[in-house]
């Protein structure tokens, strides 16, 4: 990471903060996109960053998020697409707008993230791109649109891929577990007494390091309490033919 230039986004607080304070130490210069302006410009002054206020569900946001970036640093070298939001709705409780709203951030942000970072990582020939999803994505959650959404981002890193490799491009996915952050925080308790362990930020932060600096594309990995960040191998089903 030293000297390399990171975007990412909701980047103020939970796992975005703390992959950019690791960052910051490993000698990289980080961009914070993020809705929390307060947050976002104090963690900004902390680790002598740059904050952008975005809303990754407007995609002129991403796209001035990405030219903030190469203005400040002449470059852009790895994209963090962290930001999301638990479901707004079930079933039980659905309406159009609600479910609208956990698409809006958890894959059009990630959708409109990529889009527009793709000019200057192909301009430079090079780029590296996270992805977070979830466990939730790799199997389910009572959290029902959430885990439609990072099931959707596991299949766009895995699909992305091949399109982005001729430009050098990297795309991956990381699936955390429970992870301790403040969406978190009203059901920790209540989560730990289940017997539940949740993993600290920091450790899913170097997750996101070694996804950046690994020289795969469309894998994805998973990282959880107590256990190393690992890549799920793919299956692959054939399509039928004569």
Not at 165 to 173: D, E, H, L, T, Y
Request: glycine share 12%; proline share 6%.
């Amino acid at each position: 990471m030293t000297g390399a230039v990171t975007l990412i986004t909701g980047g103020a607080s939970g796992i975005g903060a703390a992959t950019a304070r690791r960052f910051h130490r490993a000698g990289g210069r980080v961009v914070i996109a993020d809705r929390d302006t307060a947050a976002g410009e104090a963690l900004a002054t902390e680790i002598g960053g740059l904050f952008v206020p975005a809303d990754v569900g407007d995609p002129e946001d991403n796209t001035h998020a990405v030219n903030a970036t190469v203005e400040a640093f002449g470059r852009l070298d790895n994209v963090v697409l962290n930001a999301g939001v638990p479901g707004r709705c079930g079933l039980h409780d659905f309406t159009v707008e609600a479910y609208r709203d956990t698409l809006r951030t958890n894959l059009d942000g990630v959708v409109y993230g990529l889009h527009a970072c793709l000019t200057p990582l192909r301009r430079q020939g090079h780029g590296s791109i996270a992805v977070m999803a979830s466990i939730a994505g790799l199997s389910g959650s009572p959290d029902l649109f959430y885990a439609t959404s990072k099931h959707a981002l596991v299949g766009l890193a895995r699909s992305a891929a091949p399109a982005l490799a001729a430009a050098g491009i990297r795309i991956n996915a990381l699936c955390p577990g429970l992870v301790d952050t403040p969406a978190l925080a009203p059901h920790r308790r209540a989560l730990r007494d289940r017997g539940l362990r949740l993993a600290d930020p920091d450790a899913v932060a170097a997750a996101v390091e070694a996804v950046l600096a690994d020289p795969g594309t469309g894998q994805v990995w998973t990282v959880q309490a107590g256990q190393p960040a690992a890549v799920v191998p793919a299956t692959e089903v054939p399509l039928a033919a004569d």
